[in-house]
């Protein structure tokens, strides 16, 4: 594997992701900001951020797949969430791992940024997710 994760001494802990990854690797791979959209335009119902978390990671494996990588080649994640407050981190951590399992993502995550915005592209949509990996 081209990339590694860790948290070096001194730096906050407990924290659900991992606060550097290194990369070796000499393929960038860049998935653009994933939504939960089905691949048939269906969206995950509004106001459900849990099932949205999930859906836009599945996206965002499914875009990675594409280019040959998996969450294991992923350096950083960032997320987007509309009307973003401390008290929906229960309900988005939820989505994050209900669905680690099923599309391989380690826990803690690689390298994130969770950013509150007020609205995205599409109306109803919480959450879009960006990833960036490395691949040998």
Known sequence: MSVRHFTPEGLLRPTPYHHVAVGTGS????V?????????????????????VA???RNT?????G?????????RLTF?????????????MAGV???ADEIGLPLP??????????????????VEVEATALVD
């Open 27 to 30: 393929r960038h791979v860049h």
């Open 67 to 75: 280019a040959g990588a998996t969450f294991g080649d992923v350096l």
């Open 109 to 126: 995550l690689p390298p994130s940024s969770l950013i509150g915005v007020d609205c995205l592209f599409v109306p109803g949509v919480l």
């Open 61 to 65: 494996a499914r875009g990675l797949a």
């Open 55 to 57: 859906q836009a990671l």
């Open 80 to 92: 987007y969430v509309t009307r973003w407050e401390p008290g929906r981190m229960g309900a988005f």
């Open 32 to 52: 653009s900001g994933q939504i939960s959209g089905l691949a048939d335009g269906v969206p995950v119902p509004e106001g459900d951020l849990s099932g949205q």
């Open 97 to 99: 791992e209900g669905v």
